[in-house]
């Protein structure tokens, strides 16, 4: 992984969107070139001869950063997005957050059972979206070759859904 300080670049925002939780905002991030830049880079170098024909990432963060990926690595984009929000037919997966609960909707058709799918985020907190995309991208018989995150928070073992899933994790905290 790079030595670059992303750290740096993000900014604690307490009791949002409740009170109690400790949201991330990677704002500053988007915000300077370099910072984005150096993101895109480590996750793509890591997964660079992985094999990836596409990127997986959820609404609306995972837009931000699959996006730049995918292009880095020369594969498609596909967005896991809110219910309601894709035109066709889709796999619907609901999950558990750590301040609520949600569902993510994958188009049918988006992904198939050649396709080796790198999954995109920004947070891995509690697991409940990761798991969530997981199960997408299984629905659809494609394989998810790995997943990359910004950042963990380590205190809340959201890894755990993985299995033998290999990450990628840019910041610990």
Same mark, same amino acid.
């Given at each position: 992984? +790079? =030595?670059? =300080? ?6 604690? *925002?307490? =009791? ?18 370099? !910072? ?7 996750? !793509?170098? &890591?997964? %660079?001869?992985?094999? *990836? ?16 990926? !995918? ?11 809110? $219910? ?5 037919? !889709? ?19 988006? @992904?198939? $059972?050649?396709? %080796?799918?790198? *999954? ?10 990761? =798991? ?23 205190? @809340? ?10 990450? +990628?994790?840019?910041? &610990?905290?």
């Amino acid at each position: 992984m +790079s =030595d670059f =300080d992303f750290e740096s670049f993000i900014t604690d *925002i307490p =009791d949002y969107p409740e009170p109690g939780v400790v949201f991330k905002d990677i704002t500053p991030l988007f915000a300077d070139a370099n !910072a984005m830049r150096q993101t895109v880079l480590a996750i !793509a170098d &890591h997964f %660079r001869d992985a094999g *990836i024909t596409k990127v997986v990432g959820p609404e609306a963060r995972g837009f931000m950063i699959g996006v730049p990926v !995918a292009m880095e690595l020369g594969a498609g984009f596909i967005p896991a997005r809110k $219910p309601g929000k894709l035109p066709c037919e !889709a796999f619907e997966a609901s999950y558990d957050l750590e301040y609520g609960s949600n569902t993510l909707c994958l188009h049918k058709d988006a @992904l198939t $059972p050649e396709d %080796r799918v790198l *999954i995109v985020d920004d947070i891995l907190a509690t697991g409940g979206t990761l =798991d969530a995309m997981i199960r997408l991208v299984g629905q659809s018989g494609a394989t998810v070759a790995g997943c990359c995150m910004l950042m963990e928070l380590d205190a @809340l073992g959201g890894r755990k859904v993985l299995g033998d899933i290999p990450l +990628s994790v840019l910041l &610990h905290v």
